[in-house]
């Protein structure tokens, strides 16, 4: 199993490695580049897969937090806050508790991020083209909410499209050592869903989740993109050099629009995850652990956990973990667009996200 890890590993990186190569000589009239266009879909699809990748696991820890703090039951707070969670689950799970869930996050989050930022793209070019046909301004740009609106688009398909790896995600990250069952991983979680509660249950929680992604993808894109260009416009404080912007100043540029994102539509991420357990008859075991007095896990709609979730623990139940995801989102997406763009750059891709 470990051998052949390494070999897709190395498979991997050496598709890459070729992948610049050829773009490298095609830029220099060595070569003709091979079906420009097919690869370059392959190329952005690459970049936006190691974006998600990289960005995610360096936050795992804290995505797991966040998670354990959205869906704990209020009648035993086993999780008081950020850093006692963190420090419980590191005795009592050790280090690999920390990143329960991350390989099953990553196996969702690299298709989803190679989708989403590939759409954001072809959607941003189609917009442009149909803002310049409109206004018949052939040098007309997108202005940011025109970019709200790709990014929205970009954030529901690729959402839509890896949405049950999402769902299993959440409770594989929930369980815990005591759990009275345990799923092996992410194919014996979609297994086991789909046998036990019928294929409907893996999109448990869709809703909430694609009305969250709009506001929160779409103003991550605006947010990033607007001030990019407004900082190689006016060039504050000398952060531009050469019409470019520094790998700092881009990450501030993606901590920036993190934050503002994650905040607008933060309470629908916290339904979505609560809506996720319902129907999981371990669920309760797992939220609440052996504690007492279990709330009852059973929501009909999305209004009805809204409302069922204010009326038992108020309008701040709708921000729990708020603290670890806002430590975790500011460096994740900043990581992500930083990425994304720096490994377009080592492949050769001329199209960079704000063009």
Not at 276 to 297: D, F, N
Not at 301 to 329: C, Q, W
């Amino acid at each position: 199993m470990a051998s052949e890890d390494v070999k897709r590993s190395e498979t991997a990186v050496s598709t890459i490695v070729n992948l610049a190569e050829e773009a490298k000589l095609a830029r220099e009239g060595v070569v003709k580049a091979p079906s420009l266009a097919v690869l370059s879909v392959c190329k952005s699809l690459i970049a936006g897969g190691v974006a998600g990748g990289v960005s995610r696991t360096a936050v795992a820890p804290l995505e797991r937090m966040k998670i354990l703090l959205q869906v704990q039951n209020p009648h035993n707070i086993k999780y008081s806050g950020t850093v006692q969670g963190l420090k419980y689950i590191w005795r009592s799970e050790g280090f690999r508790g920390l990143f329960k869930g991350n390989g099953t996050n990553c196996a969702r989050i690299v298709p989803n991020s190679a989708v989403k930022f590939f759409s954001y793209e072809q959607a941003s070019k189609g917009i442009l083209w149909m803002y310049r046909e409109k206004t018949g301004n052939e040098d007309a740009q997108l202005t940011p909410l025109l970019r709200l609106g790709a990014g929205a688009c970009a954030g529901i398909i690729a959402m839509s499209a890896t949405y049950p790896m999402d769902m299993v995600r959440g409770r594989i990250t929930v369980q815990t050592e005591a759990s009275p069952y345990q799923y092996r991983g992410m194919f014996h979680a979609l297994s086991t869903v789909l046998r036990e509660e019928g294929p409907r249950a893996l999109y448990k929680g869709w809703l909430p989740s694609v009305i969250g992604v709009v506001p929160y993808v779409g103003l991550n894109f605006a947010v990033y993109e607007s001030l990019k260009d407004w900082l190689i416009k006016s060039r504050p404080f000398g952060l531009v050099q050469d019409t470019d912007l520094s790998v700092t100043t881009r990450l501030a540029c993606g901590a920036a629009a993190g934050t503002v994102g994650q905040t607008v539509a933060y309470p629908l991420d916290v339904i979505r995850r609560r809506m996720q357990m319902v129907g999981w008859s371990h669920a309760a075991s797992v939220v609440a652990g052996e504690g007492r007095s279990k709330a009852p896990l059973e929501y009909t709609g999305m209004i009805d956990a809204f409302r069922k979730t204010v009326r038992h623990e108020g309008f701040g139940a709708l921000y729990k973990g708020l603290v670890p995801n806002s430590v975790k989102v500011v460096p994740s997406i900043a990581l992500a667009f930083v990425s994304y763009e720096m490994v377009k750059d080592i492949l050769g891709v001329e199209i960079r996200i704000s063009d």
